[in-house]
């Protein structure tokens, strides 16, 4: 099997990477709906427990357009919470972003490019750990590291980090193992301009975590209501001011880059406003008008139900044709 080794990496790199890629298509099995997922156009192939170096293993749903052929080439969306985005049935909530049938019903419409989506599920009790950008979590002060760590809670009383945070090793595990993999199994194009990344709440954070420590991989990025606050409140919280910083000194060349922010104004929604807002100043000064977007929805909570609603304006602004 041959494998097309990315320009920026090393040699001593390149030959790592090759031999993960073989293990990895030895290793990953396919599923292939149904009776995984029931989804209203398209297939879904499921790469079961894909294994990583870097974090644990997880499922990753391949979403495949009614149209898809290996004649043809198409960009990569990946996509965190990937149990949540397609059928409603199989979700804890009994909700989904409804990911393929707004990419059907804009693709029909000749509004963006073809793609295919990578659902990248999440770990579960590892959700927050894998999320949290990593740099900005170390410029915390260390009490408040602590005391997320050991002490921080979910609204259920269940522990925010399973693990220390480790979203470093996660995008390890996305652009190192699963990029190199999903575009040698299927007919994708690898570049930075048809390669995307989306994801809502924490999942937001770890986008926009990711086009700024991946530049070179990642073109554009959806944050749906983003998750700023890093916890459950903004009062006497230094963490939003915290991501602010990371981005400012690290947003990516807006000339090859777009960004996407949105967010609701209800349930957890409503405590995101300031720090979008502060953001928002950060992007005016440095992005031209069209290579970045910000949203505000009065009403929308903080929802798969409310995402899929708005679901078409990030995917018509990041896969808009060439």
């Not at 990895?24 to 149904?34: I, N, Q, R």
Request: aromatic share 14%.
């Amino acid at each position: 099997m041959t494998f097309q080794l990315p320009t920026f990496r090393s040699f001593a790199y390149g030959y790592y990477f090759c031999l993960c890629c073989v293990l990895l298509s030895c290793t990953t099995s396919v599923e292939k709906d149904p009776p995984i997922l029931q989804v209203a156009s398209g297939q879904i192939e499921r790469l079961v427990n894909f294994p990583s170096q870097f974090v644990d293993a997880r499922n990753v749903d391949v979403w495949l357009p009614e149209d898809y052929t290996p004649q043809k080439k198409y960009a990569v969306l990946y996509m965190h919470d990937g149990q949540m985005l397609f059928d409603s049935t199989t979700t804890w909530n009994k909700q989904e972003w409804g990911v393929d049938e707004t990419l059907t019903k804009l693709r029909n419409e000749q509004m963006i490019r073809p793609c295919i989506v990578v659902g990248v599920w999440n770990g579960d009790s590892t959700r927050h750990a894998d999320y949290f950008p990593q740099k900005p979590f170390a410029q915390l002060p260390t009490t408040l590291q602590d005391s997320l760590l050991q002490s921080g809670k979910r609204n259920n009383g269940v522990p925010l980090f399973a693990k220390p945070v480790q979203s470093d090793q996660y995008l390890k595990f996305l652009t190192q193992e699963l990029k190199p993999f999903i575009d040698q199994k299927y007919a994708s194009y690898s570049d930075r301009a048809n390669t995307f990344i989306a994801g809502s709440s924490m999942g937001g954070l770890i986008s926009m975590y990711a086009i700024c420590e991946y530049p070179e991989v990642f073109g554009g990025a959806a944050c749906l209501s983003t998750h700023w606050i890093g916890t459950f409140t903004k009062e006497n919280n230094p963490i939003p001011d915290a991501f602010a910083a990371y981005l400012k000194a690290n947003l990516p060349d807006p000339a090859t880059h777009k960004l996407y922010f949105d967010y609701g104004t209800a349930t957890l929604d409503a405590l995101y406003e300031e720090a979008q807002l502060q953001v928002d100043t950060i992007l005016r000064e440095r992005y031209p008008t069209e290579q970045w977007m910000s949203k505000k929805f009065v009403g929308a909570d903080h929802s798969e139900r409310s995402w899929a609603k708005r679901l078409v304006i990030p995917f018509r602004f990041l896969l808009a044709k060439n």
